[in-house]
């Protein structure tokens, strides 16, 4: 079997787009609204999100064969909870800073509905190298939505993108003010419905 | 033969075999990033001292030789830190904070000089759990943080008077709470009540050599000044 064949490139690319696990089956959408307030924690989250999806992906589907029936979610959580524990653990090593903005929400990568969700629907039937793809794929449609709603509600809340500031200064001398209402969280969920609401206008169609 | 996945039997030995073999994992994990995760929160202390010394956004490397330059020395008391600090030729003491916020603890830094009358020299609070834009706003807000900046520590009975209250009534010694945050403002009011009451004495106690001697490398060099 190729290694890119059509069928694993629609693997890959469904999560993506049109079956993208914010926008159309609407889960871990808590996480995305607490961590996007900046772009930087977005896109941590994003790639912790997306290397704890394909790993776990991979580690459930090679051991697919020998887990109790009656036990699986319980395999799948040690898994999960395993991993998530060494990435936070990594964070903590060598970006601190983004670890304590991110505080919690790294340990709640745990109970993401996007984890369990593409372990029990993929990973437990499928060959490791599709669920891989599957697990990346779903992991980076995530973290595209989270990144879009960071980026916006960074420059938008504090005119700043990655912690550089973007508006000049000139701006705020003839009376330009930050929106302060972008950093607080009901704003992320009014963006990712704007979001949902452009992506459903313009690129997804009903089957 | 193939395996009866079902079996009780089989379903215990399997949990068991996975739980090992992901503790030994995570076991190994901690141990190997310990000693940066521990560089890193002592890092991160001596930023929250030089933010309570109105040094701010200052990175990694930095940090260290700023920190280096600035804290003379450092002790404990009473399970309380106290560092000395040297800044332009002042002295100027931080007292580590430790208190109860509304959810969780809360801890934080805060600066006194002016031997005499102590007199806050900049604050920094932390906290572990307290609500984004409410309580956490005595961590994220440096307005709110200037604002103890130049407020009196001491009463004339030597009682902590700086505090933190919803309607001030004394500019010299209070300071506005956050709003919404009651809760949070009034742990941080317990916190400096609690942590300031022998903040002083204990520091004089504790620094008195190190205070001497700049004090008289200073005077020296006001002398030398007026030679001039």
């Known amino acids: 079997m190729a290694l890119f064949s059509k069928q694993n490139k629609e693997v890959f690319c469904n ?29 941590v989250m994003g790639l912790a999100v ?24 319980v395999v799948q959580l040690v898994v999960v909870a395993a991993l998530v524990t060494i990435v936070s ?46 697990g ?38 003839f009376g330009y003010v930050n929106n302060g209402m972008m950093t607080m969280p009901a704003m992320a969920l009014i963006l990712v419905g704007c979001v949902i609401w452009v992506h459903r206008a313009y690129f997804y169609k009903e089957k | 033969m193939k395996l009866n996945t079902n079996s009780n039997s089989y379903i215990i030995i399997y949990s068991a075999v996975l739980v090992v073999i992901v503790a030994f994992l995570l076991a190994f994990v901690y141990q190997a990033l310990k000693p940066m995760q521990d560089a890193n929160v002592a890092l991160d202390v001596k930023k929250q001292i030089l933010y309570s010394l109105n040094i701010r956004n200052l990175d990694g490397a930095e940090a260290e030789a700023k920190y280096a330059e600035v804290v ?24 580590a ?25 900049g604050v920094y609070f932390n906290h572990e759990s307290e609500t984004a834009g409410l309580g956490a706003e005595i961590k994220d807000s440096q307005a709110w943080q200037e604002k103890f900046i130049g407020k009196r520590v001491y009463d004339d009975n030597y009682d902590v008077a700086l505090s933190v209250v919803k309607k001030v009534d004394d500019a010299t010694t ?33 620094f008195s050599e190190q205070m001497k001697q700049c004090e008289q490398n200073s005077t020296e060099n006001e002398t030398k000044v007026e030679e001039e």
């Open chain 1, 50 to 73: 997306t290397v704890i999806t394909a790993f776990s992906n991979v580690i459930i589907s090679l051991i697919r064969n020998t887990i109790p029936n009656r036990i699986r979610i």
């Open chain 1, 136 to 173: 990346v794929g779903n992991g980076l449609g995530y973290a595209m939505i989270l990144v879009i709603v960071g980026a916006f509600r960074e420059f938008f809340g504090r005119g700043s993108l990655l912690g550089f500031q973007i508006i000049p200064d000139a701006c705020y001398d």
């Open chain 2, 72 to 95: 003379k020395a450092e002790a404990d008391m009473d399970g309380r830190k106290y560092y000395m600090c040297n800044i332009d030729g002042e002295n100027v003491m931080v007292v």
């Open chain 1, 15 to 43: 999560p993506l787009n049109l079956d993208n696990p914010i926008l159309i089956q609407v889960l871990g959408i808590c996480s995305a609204l607490a961590v996007t307030s900046q772009l930087k924690p977005a896109i």
């Open chain 2, 174 to 206: 209070q300071v506005d709470c956050v709003t919404g945050a009651t809760l949070t403002s009034n742990g941080v009011d317990a916190m400096l009540k609690d942590c300031l009451q022998d903040a002083c004495s204990n520091a004089m106690e504790l």
């Open chain 1, 89 to 134: 653990q990594i964070l903590k090593a060598f970006a601190y800073d983004v670890s304590v903005q991110l505080s919690v929400y790294v340990g709640l990568i745990i109970t993401n509905c996007i984890l369990m969700g593409r372990l029990e629907a993929f990973a437990m039937m499928n060959k490791p190298w599709p669920s891989f793809l599957d």
């Open chain 2, 97 to 121: 904070l430790k208190g109860m916020g509304l959810w969780g603890g809360i801890s934080g830094y805060i600066a006194l000089h002016n031997r005499q009358q102590p007199t806050v020299y």
